[in-house]
């Protein structure tokens, strides 16, 4: 059984320019959450995708949007970077959107904004 | 002020010792607490689930919830190196379609051997 994968683990990109993160979701897994960690601080919710759909969003601008494809993968897109959106971006699936079952986060891919 | 409240440390034990992390958060729609263990430049993994108040146990761990005082902890006993790890706590509303983790600050641990 593979785990959560996300390409690329570590990028720079300079400030107004735009970033594709990539996750692969673990097997049998359906749902898909991206959360940002900044150094020092816990993860924070960006948004979750169910079914190709997004089905949950947290505190964050429309400039964070994303995809789910049909098997599940998904991309995180971050338009107009600003040196604010350096952090540890982490993939997380699950296996449906109930209570049951938890989350399974991946490696992250780390983005710094100069 | 956060919805979720974690000490950062950094917390630093001898090996052997029993470690105690906490949390306290606001909102008292929670219904799932967890705790992640984060090691350096690696993505949180789950240790401990509960659901509600009480205790669960899982080998050196064991997880506590008060629900009353909206508080929780996460006990390790017979500390290793290998725990040296940032400890965060996360929890959740059981109502809606998403599964929105709301996550502690972290508790950076170091246990010396």
């Known amino acids: 059984e593979t785990g959560v994968t996300q390409s690329p683990t570590h990028l720079i990109k300079t400030r107004g320019q735009q970033v594709t993160l990539r996750c692969s979701s673990q097997?049998?897994?359906?749902?898909v959450s991206w959360y940002q960690q900044a150094l020092g601080q816990g993860p924070q919710f960006i948004f979750q995708y169910y079914r190709e759909e997004e089905n949950g969003r947290g505190n964050f601008p429309p400039r964070f949007s994303g995809l789910q494809f049909p098997n599940y993968s998904s991309e995180l897109n971050v338009n107009a970077l600003e040196l604010d959106d350096s952090a540890l971006y982490l993939c997380?699936?699950?296996?449906?959107?109930?209570?049951?079952?938890?989350?399974?986060f991946g490696e992250g891919s780390r983005l710094t904004v100069l | 002020q956060k919805e979720v409240e974690q000490d950062p440390g950094p917390l630093s034990v001898p090996e052997g010792a029993i470690v105690s992390l906490n949390c306290t958060y606001s909102?008292?729609?929670?219904?799932?607490f967890m705790w992640y263990r984060q090691y350096s430049r690696k993505g949180p993994e789950l240790l401990m689930y509960t659901y509600s108040s009480g205790n669960k146990e899982d080998g050196r761990f064991t997880a506590q919830v008060d629900k009353s005082s909206k508080y929780i902890s996460l006990f390790i006993r017979d500390s290793q190196p290998s725990d040296s790890a940032t400890y965060l706590c996360?929890?959740?509303?059981?109502?809606?379609?998403?599964?929105?983790?709301?996550f502690g600050s972290g508790t950076q641990l170091t246990v010396l051997p």
């Open positions: 097997s049998g897994h359906n749902t």
């Open positions: 997380a699936s699950s296996a449906g959107t109930e209570n049951t079952g938890e989350l399974f």
């Open positions: 996360a929890m959740r509303a059981s109502s809606g379609s998403a599964r929105q983790l709301t």
């Open positions: 909102n008292s729609a929670f219904q799932y």
